[in-house]
């Protein structure tokens, strides 16, 4: 009996402590949030530290302590999965880890790391257990649009299986399975832009106004609204500016 009432009782600590790491979170406070995740421990505290890293490198840290911190991020990651190779939450902030890491570095550098490689297997993993995940979905249309960019159709396709049409319709299928993901919005919209302002420029613009009608459920998804904002601002003056007579 007493053994039990001990188990139950850790039980419910591990369960409070884990809350309060997600309160932290979502009030933006990602350090005390990552400690406390990583010291809770377990497939779910490492992944939620291994988030918390991660959106702090992106929007927090200064630009030479960005490395280090996306470093800890995949570790935390890779150790979540260690304990459950079945963890969809973990292999979505690993493959999201990999591709911040892969802007850092560079093409060239990503390309011999197997970033975009690795990144999008993760992803692929993350879908077959959980094939109606919308960040799954949502990460996977980035990755096409992205790979396309930076490698053009025809060598997007033969070296990497990437295409525009698979991230249109990954990106398509992530807003239809998570209307309320500002964040693979914004995500899809920018890298639209990045691909083809001319041919894309009206979806993304769509895009980026829904961001900014939807209520932001964290910290981290105010950060996101901000940026949105800022990218339709930018658009607007572009839209704005009187054209160059010379082309």
């Known amino acids: 009996m007493a053994v039990w009432l001990a188990v139950a009782l850790a039980q419910t600590a591990w369960g409070a402590d884990l809350q309060e790491a997600e309160v932290l979170y979502e009030q933006g406070a990602l350090q005390e949030a990552a400690r406390l995740a990583a010291e809770v421990g377990g497939a779910d505290g490492l992944s939620l530290a291994a988030k918390a890293r991660l959106v702090e490198a992106i929007y927090q840290a200064p630009a030479d302590a960005k490395p280090g911190l996306l470093d800890e991020a995949a570790g935390l990651a890779q150790a979540a999965l260690a304990l459950d190779p079945t963890h969809v939450d973990a292999l979505i902030d690993l493959a999201l880890t990999l591709g911040h890491k892969a802007d850092l570095a560079g093409p060239i550098t990503a390309h011999l790391n197997r970033y975009a490689t ?130």
């Not at 999008?120 to 094939?131: M, T, V």
Request: hydrophobic residues 45%.
């Open 118 to 247: 690795d990144g999008k297997a993760l992803l692929d993993q993350a879908l077959a257990l959980d094939p109606d995940n919308a960040w799954a979905h949502g990460l996977l249309g980035i990755w096409h649009l992205q790979v396309v960019r930076h490698a053009s159709d025809g060598l997007a396709a033969e070296l990497f299986g990437a295409s525009r049409a698979a991230g249109l319709d990954h990106c398509a299928r992530a807003e239809a399975l998570g209307p309320e993901e500002l964040a693979l919005r914004y995500g899809c919209a920018l890298s639209l832009l990045e691909l083809d302002p001319e041919r894309y420029g009206q979806r993304a613009r769509q895009a980026l106004e829904a961001v900014g009608r939807m209520p932001a459920r964290d910290a981290a998804e105010e950060l996101v609204r901000a940026d949105a904002a800022r990218l339709l601002a930018e658009l607007d003056l572009k839209a704005a500016r009187p054209a160059d007579p010379d082309g």
